[in-house]
């Protein structure tokens, strides 16, 4: 099959520490009852689209895995190819990692708090090693092809997760495959960016709502065809209100 290719984005349901509103980053935290729910409605939307994912990319979090799990499942194609890989994973926190968002609101001010949530280059102060959410010494990590990060900003995502777009996920849309990718609010924001050429400034106003497939059609250089449509736009732009809302409740 030639192009246009179909490249399904869906971030992860609505985790734990969604609900509680805390930093998450690379913490391996699960997803909520709603989000759960919102994986299998995920995958009914897919379904009820006629859109017949062939192959998953996921990050090495258990919240995208147990998304991609679920919608597929509902879609009948639990079996279909799986590759994961740490550069698909969320933004690295930092420090915030764990913290209450809107103490931290509270205790920084809106526009500290808005620099580390949304700012293109400006990351939080790194965790330390030996804190209770570092990554340092996950087992899952070993071996990665880099230094496990202490923080990141949306600037050092887009520079882990690009090289693996173009050297294995484009590869498969080459081959005419459609790609579901399930990922993380900041490490989709990064992909969206660069397929949708949004400046370094206008990307602090995109967020992206949990468990909503975002569907886009890409030409022979994976440039998008128009806009990417989600499958249910209402719910997505009141998801990413919601997103962009969090701290302030
Ligand atoms: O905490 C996080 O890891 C992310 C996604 O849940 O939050 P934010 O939207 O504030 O970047």
């Known amino acids: 099959m030639s192009e246009p290719y179909t490249?399904?984005?869906?971030?992860?349901?609505?985790?734990?520490?969604?609900?509680?509103?805390?930093?998450t980053g690379w913490v391996d935290v699960r997803l909520s009852d709603q989000g759960v729910e919102e994986a299998k409605r995920a995958g009914e939307l897919l379904a009820d689209a006629g859109i017949e994912a062939d192959v998953l990319y996921t990050s090495v979090l258990t919240r995208a895995i147990q998304t991609a799990n679920l919608a597929l499942d509902v879609a009948d194609r639990a079996w279909i190819p799986v590759k994961r890989s740490w550069r698909l994973n969320e933004r690295h926190y930092g420090a915030l990692q764990g913290k209450d968002k809107a103490q931290t609101l509270a205790e920084y001010g809106q526009e500290q708090f808005m620099t580390w949530r949304r700012s293109f280059d400006v990351p939080p102060p790194p965790i330390d090693p030996g804190d209770e959410y570092s990554q340092a010494h996950d087992p899952r990590y070993v071996g990665i092809d880099g230094p496990v990060p202490d923080t990141e900003c949306l600037k050092d995502v887009i520079d882990r997760m690009l090289?693996?777009?173009?050297?294995?996920?484009?590869?498969?849309?080459?081959?005419?495959?459609?790609?579901?990718?399930?990922a993380h609010g900041n490490s989709l924001r990064a992909l969206v960016k660069h397929l949708d050429g949004i400046s370094d400034e206008e990307i602090s106003e995109l967020n992206i709502p949990t468990g909503i497939p975002l569907v886009y059609k890409l030409d022979a250089d994976f440039r998008p065809l128009g806009p990417g449509e989600y499958l249910d736009p209402a719910a997505a732009a009141a998801g990413a209100a919601a997103v962009a809302a969090q701290g302030k409740k």
């Not at 484009?170 to 790609?179: F, I, K, P």
């Open 7 to 23: 490249l399904v984005l869906l971030r992860h349901g609505n985790s734990d520490w969604n609900q509680k509103n805390l930093f």
């Open 163 to 182: 090289p693996y777009w173009e050297s294995d996920i484009t590869v498969d849309l080459a081959a005419g495959r459609t790609v579901l990718v399930t």
